[in-house]
């Protein structure tokens, strides 16, 4: 199948978004054409983060400023997938939260309570903490070497989060500092696991042969389009280098220079 067709046989879109739509707080010009063009063809995308720094009103506002209009509905964020498997796994459970004020919210707002109490703690949650202390390090440090069976759970695996400038520490980077401190690894929720893509298509209804998830990595938005079966697109307009395309083990589908080709396949289909 050619790279237009596989577009264009998609129905439901799932974008990465930093080192995807934008960079940094600077959006790229194709963007806000290639969501209209999806809307205006029939078609759903909707924002796939696992940045947990920040809640969907967050999002809603960042997006705003940029010029595209968006809704609550329109994103899975590896927080809202967090909530979602600790309701399932650990309903009830009193949270520990490395993370912002942002991510607390949300998890309060799905229901649990958070505390910086660490004998009412019972599990550790690990998001991408943008207002991070050493005090919270050594209180998940505590939590994790004096309490084995304590659960701990991180909301996503990115080693970096990339900037107009280059790249900050992400959540997977902390987590690697804990670990080098008292051997243990969380639970990964986000990307690559399939969790984000099936609540998706859940949500909406979709199937995984109209479903794609579009993003700049490979080790998290791709692999978690392969983990869930569906078409998996790497932009190169992020993260991933010629090299390190060819290096890795998981490949994507299809390659694209960025997003601006989706917008020209999906032109190209109403001629």
Same mark, same amino acid.
């Given at each position: 199948?050619?790279?237009?067709?596989?577009?264009?046989?998609?129905?439901?879109?799932?974008?990465?978004?930093? &080192?995807?739509?934008?960079? &940094?707080?600077?959006?790229?010009?194709?963007?806000?054409?290639?969501?209209?063009?999806?809307?205006?063809?029939?078609?759903?995308?909707?924002?796939?983060?696992?940045?947990?720094?920040?809640?969907?009103? +967050?999002?809603?506002?960042?997006?705003?400023?940029?010029?595209?209009?968006?809704?609550?509905?329109?994103?899975?964020?590896?927080?809202?997938?967090?909530?979602?498997?600790?309701?399932?796994?650990?309903? &009830?459970?009193?949270?520990?939260?490395?993370?912002?004020?942002?991510?607390? *919210?949300?998890?309060?707002?799905?229901?649990?309570?958070?505390?910086? +109490?660490?004998?009412?703690?019972?599990?550790?949650?690990?998001?991408?903490?943008?207002?991070?202390?050493?005090?919270?390090? *050594?209180?998940?440090?505590?939590?994790?070497?004096?309490?084995?069976?304590? /659960?701990?759970?991180?909301?996503?695996?990115?080693? %970096?989060?990339?900037?107009?400038?280059?790249?900050?520490?992400?959540?997977?980077?902390?987590?690697?500092?804990?670990?080098?401190?008292?051997?243990?690894? /969380?639970?990964?929720?986000?990307?690559?696991?399939?969790?984000? =893509?099936?609540?998706?298509?859940?949500?909406?209804?979709?199937?995984?042969? *109209?479903?794609? %998830? %579009?993003?700049?990595?490979?080790?998290?938005?791709?692999?978690? &389009?392969?983990?869930?079966?569906?078409?998996?697109?790497? %932009?190169?307009?992020?993260?991933?280098? =010629?090299?390190?395309?060819?290096?890795?083990?998981?490949?994507?589908?299809?390659?694209?220079? +960025?997003?601006?080709?989706?917008?020209?396949?999906? *032109?190209?289909?109403?001629?």
């Amino acid at each position: 199948m050619d790279q237009h067709r596989m577009i264009r046989k998609t129905k439901l879109f799932l974008f990465d978004q930093d &080192g995807t739509l934008y960079l &940094g707080d600077r959006l790229y010009d194709f963007t806000i054409p290639m969501l209209e063009q999806i809307r205006n063809t029939g078609r759903r995308y909707m924002f796939m983060t696992n940045n947990s720094s920040k809640s969907v009103t +967050d999002y809603i506002r960042k997006l705003e400023k940029m010029g595209i209009n968006a809704a609550r509905e329109d994103f899975i964020t590896s927080s809202q997938a967090t909530a979602y498997y600790l309701k399932k796994h650990y309903p &009830g459970k009193t949270l520990y939260v490395c993370g912002t004020r942002s991510l607390i *919210e949300e998890l309060e707002t799905e229901g649990f309570q958070t505390t910086t +109490d660490l004998e009412q703690t019972e599990c550790v949650v690990m998001g991408f903490d943008t207002e991070l202390t050493f005090r919270k390090l *050594e209180d998940v440090c505590k939590l994790l070497l004096t309490r084995k069976d304590l /659960p701990y759970i991180a909301t996503n695996p990115d080693l %970096v989060c990339p900037t107009e400038y280059g790249s900050v520490p992400d959540c997977g980077s902390v987590c690697e500092m804990i670990f080098n401190a008292t051997g243990r690894r /969380p639970i990964v929720i986000g990307k690559p696991s399939a969790l984000m =893509p099936e609540l998706a298509m859940e949500r909406t209804g979709f199937s995984k042969e *109209e479903t794609a %998830v %579009v993003g700049d990595r490979i080790y998290t938005d791709i692999k978690s &389009g392969l983990n869930a079966g569906i078409t998996g697109i790497l %932009v190169m307009s992020g993260e991933t280098t =010629p090299q390190i395309l060819e290096a890795s083990e998981d490949q994507p589908h299809l390659v694209l220079a +960025d997003c601006g080709e989706i917008l020209k396949a999906l *032109e190209q289909e109403v001629m």
